[in-house]
């Protein structure tokens, strides 16, 4: 299994990125996806989940509102468009996937991740 993040990069506070992720090695639609990130000196914390069919979504309370997810299980991939950046959301941001098709918020819940992809934002 291989998922591939990919997106990230430098952006203003304010502005917008589109990560993906690409999988591969699996039967996408029979699991659950999820965004994750990890800063600096941080523990790695959950971002968004979406089920296997896309009409179940979760976010964290830092980024409802800002960021969405979804999926689109014909190309094996799940997307996060963030919003309205700020300096708090600077991270590696990982893509998970979990055996079963409810979306989850608990780290241990997921069986493969992506490689992560960096997103730096400047106040």
């Known amino acids: 299994v291989q998922l591939q993040a990919s997106g990230g990069g430098l952006v203003q506070a304010g502005g917008s990125l589109r990560l993906s992720c690409a999988a591969s090695g699996l039967t996408f639609s029979y699991y659950a996806m999820g965004w994750f990130r990890q800063a600096p000196g941080k523990e790695r914390e959950f971002v968004a989940a979406?089920?296997?069919?896309?009409?179940?979504?979760v976010y964290s309370d830092s980024v409802k509102g800002r960021f969405t997810i979804s999926r689109d299980n014909a190309k094996n991939t799940v997307y996060l468009q963030m919003n309205s950046l700020n300096a708090e959301d600077t991270a590696v941001y990982y893509c998970a996937a979990k055996r079963g098709t409810a979306a989850r918020t608990e780290t241990p819940r997921y069986d493969y991740w992506g490689q992560g992809t960096q997103v730096t934002v400047s106040s």
């Open positions: 979406i089920n296997w069919s896309g009409g179940g979504r």
